[in-house]
């Protein structure tokens, strides 16, 4: 996947290529900012793809709008069209965002595809919570996807530790298994973008995450 023309032409310029999921926070919990991203390969794709026996292969890849990200479903196509070119066959269906997560929470997701766009915060206490809503031991979580003993075991022993740097280091080795692995594979990131108008009184949007401060707009009405 062409991530460059990705985000030069669907985000305009305003993302920032990423190595792995949760981007650039990851670095305030242990998460090792010298990490590649993956390269733009295709040749090597579609090698990999004929190898594996894959050629030709047929299968779902849900695109849904979303509030925060526009753009999403240009993603999804641009996506499609690489895959294809490589040998693979994804056939987009249309969807929206309540259906699949009600669907994905009821484990009636296997065998399909989707994209994912998630705000987080840098502080540990918020990234804990992405993980394990992501890769959460014996699928704890509706949105877990995998079950893996060496995930499990740092997961308890994040939940039952006081010391801050002990859960960073086992939050960094959590973030570097999902890169080894490809537990979730990122395409950029991008801040939030806040148009206004002179109509706008003054409005400090604050910092905290999807909490743009709109209480203070309407006080000030």
Not at 25 to 45: I, V
Not at 106 to 132: C, E, M, P, W
Request: charged letters at 30%.
């Amino acid at each position: 996947i062409d991530k460059e023309a990705i985000m030069k032409h669907i985000f305009v310029g305003l993302a920032k290529p990423v190595a792995s999921y949760p981007g650039r926070n990851a670095f305030s919990c242990g998460g090792d900012p010298a990490l590649k991203t993956r390269p733009y390969d295709p040749e090597e794709a579609k090698r990999l793809v004929k190898e594996g026996g894959w050629e030709g292969f047929e299968f779902k890849l849900l695109s849904y709008p979303r509030t925060r990200c526009p753009e999403f479903p240009r993603v999804v196509q641009a996506v499609a069209g690489y895959w294809e070119k490589i040998g693979l066959k994804p056939k987009i269906m249309m969807s929206e965002w309540a259906s699949w997560r009600k669907a994905w929470n009821s484990r009636k997701t296997q065998g399909t595809i989707h994209g994912y766009d998630d705000a987080t915060s840098a502080d540990v206490y918020t990234l804990i919570g992405k993980f394990n809503d992501k890769w959460n031991y014996n699928f704890k979580s509706k949105r877990s996807t995998v079950n893996i003993p060496y995930l499990n075991e740092r997961y308890e022993k994040i939940a039952k530790s006081m010391d801050v740097e002990e859960i960073k280091k086992l939050m960094a080795e959590i973030y570097q298994y999902a890169y080894d692995n490809y537990l979730m594979v990122a395409l950029c990131e991008f801040t939030d973008q806040i148009a206004t108008t002179k109509k706008v009184p003054k409005w400090n949007p604050g910092r905290l995450r999807q909490g743009e401060n709109y209480y203070d707009l309407i006080r000030q009405k």
